[in-house]
């Protein structure tokens, strides 16, 4: 039996893939770091199924203790500081878990079992920042431009880098934004449609957002966990992106979203400067070519119906209803 370690495994991404390794016959295990409160909510359902041991991407003998405990054939690397504004807020704590927690599992995999412990790096579009090349491509120039692109460029390149210095199996994914009923509510789709669910029941009267000009790749989670997997299967490590290669702007996002519960979105959206960010990325839009061709890997739920079926998850939830079944994994 294979058996893989998630860390991140309490995020959104790692729900969904912890998921896909119990489908495909995994043994999965997976980090959480201790905290007061747990924050075990994406993954209460697989409770019994996936194995939890505590450790910190700041505590390099925690991460050695728990890859020696599990002896993984795959470590997924989820864990970041990920959400993008608090890296202004906090830049060094984002350095110390985004960047240099990537360099502690590498180290551990190093010691560990460098010829058979395959390593996938959860690197991200906002490594291309500033716009060189449209759409962004493997080899598209990074322009970081704030303190987690900043981060997640050093991750990319240290993954790159244990490959062609040790030989390792490392593969970075430079994932695009994938969103789903589990993302956290302070990033813009969730936050949105979680707004617009409260707005339609009654419980808001307007949403507040910053820049409605900027423009994303939006895909589904559950469809980009699946090209994590991809990657380690292969014969060679390699780096890919992964994108639907389509671009919608934050203002089509909020339409579609107040559409989908029949509101005009005019009526209940604020603009608020102080969401606005002291540098913004702002065009996004990948071409996922590559991903296409060696992995056969292709996104299947579209931008309107993952807006769509966030609404619906977000207006069932806050009526204390079961999310809906989409007819996707685990939901
Ligand atoms: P989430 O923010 O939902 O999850 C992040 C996970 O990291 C949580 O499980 C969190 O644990 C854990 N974590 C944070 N700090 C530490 C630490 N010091 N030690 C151990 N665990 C820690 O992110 P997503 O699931 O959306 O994203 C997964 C990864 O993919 C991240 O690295 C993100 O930067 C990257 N990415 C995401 C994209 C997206 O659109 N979603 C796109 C491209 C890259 P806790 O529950 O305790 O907070
Ligand atoms: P992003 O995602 O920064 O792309 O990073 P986010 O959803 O936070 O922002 C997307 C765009 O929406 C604009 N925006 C707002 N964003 C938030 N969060 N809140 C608002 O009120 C708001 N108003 C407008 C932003 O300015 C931005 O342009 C995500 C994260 O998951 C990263 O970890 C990941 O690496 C990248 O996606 C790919």
């Known amino acids: 039996m294979k058996r893989a370690l998630i860390t991140g495994v309490t995020g959104q991404d790692g ?4 998921e896909l390794l119990l489908e495909k016959g995994y043994e999965v295990h997976g980090i959480v770091r201790r905290s007061s409160t747990e924050s075990f909510e994406r993954i209460e359902h697989l409770a019994g199924k996936i194995h939890l041991h505590q450790a910190d991407l700041l505590d390099q003998l925690s991460i050695i203790d728990v890859m020696k405990e599990s002896d993984p054939h795959e470590v997924y690397n989820l864990a970041a500081q990920s959400f993008v504004p608090t890296s202004w ?13 990537v360099t502690r599992v590498l180290e551990a995999i190093r010691l560990l079992g460098p010829d058979r412990i395959r390593f996938y790096q959860a690197s991200s579009s906002e ?20 303190p987690y692109g900043v981060a997640k460029v050093y991750g990319h390149w240290i993954t790159v880098n244990y490959r062609e210095s040790y030989n390792m199996f490392c593969c970075s994914g430079i994932l695009f934004n994938h969103e789903s009923e589990r993302r956290g509510r302070e990033f813009v789709t969730r936050k949105v449609t979680d707004g617009v669910a409260r707005i339609k029941l009654g419980l808001s009267s307007e949403l507040r957002l910053g820049n409605l000009d900027s423009k994303r790749d939006w895909g589904f989670a559950g469809d980009y966990v699946r090209a994590m997997w991809l990657m380690l299967q292969q014969d060679q490590a390699d780096d890919y992106v992964v994108a639907t290669g389509e671009t919608h702007t934050v203002r089509r996002l ?9 509101l005009d979105w005019q ?6 400067q102080t969401l606005v960010r002291p540098a913004e990325v702002d065009l996004l839009i990948g071409d996922p070519a590559k991903a296409k061709a060696k992995l056969g890997w292709t996104p299947e739920v579209s931008f309107e119906q993952l ?25």
């Open 127 to 146: 490594m291309f920042g500033k716009v060189q090349e449209v759409p962004q491509k493997e080899n598209t120039p990074f322009y970081p431009r704030s």
């Open 15 to 18: 729900s969904y893939l912890a």
């Open 254 to 262: 909020v339409e579609l979203a107040f559409a989908a519960v029949d």
């Open 89 to 101: 807020k906090q830049p060094v704590l984002t350095g110390e878990f985004t960047s240099i927690g």
């Open 307 to 331: 807006v769509e079926r966030m609404v619906k998850a977000d207006v069932a939830r806050l009526q204390g209803k079961p999310i809906p079944d989409f007819k996707a994994r685990g939901i």
């Open 267 to 272: 009526k209940y959206v604020k603009i608020d």
